[in-house]
């Protein structure tokens, strides 16, 4: 398994619920845990996955969906089975949909 990790610089996350799990490990696919980290200007992210030399696509995925939403305070762990950019990045933005979600239950 290839191990990357990311810190990035974020605005905080405003919601409480901090815990949510999105997305399946199966071929083409992959699973996002996200907790609560100390730091509520930073952001993390831990990604498994069994490809390598892609580093630099992470990175620029990554990079994109910190831009478009502010996520400090939030840890990230990927568990990815192959999963394209677009997959990566649908994935992300869904699991902040439902971390917003649940704050508005």
Known sequence: ????????KSEPFDVTTKNVICGVVGSG?????VS??????????????????????WEAVIQEFVNRYAVGGLQFEINDMGATPAVVS???SQAINILEGEAHE
Do not use: A, C, Q
């Open 1 to 8: 398994m290839n191990l990357i990790n990311y810190t990035f």
């Open 29 to 33: 696919n992959l699973e996002i845990l």
């Open 36 to 57: 609560e980290l100390d730091n509520s200007e930073r952001s993390k992210f831990i990604i498994n996955t069994p490809v390598s030399g892609f580093d630099h696509i």
């Open 90 to 92: 649908l994935r992300l």
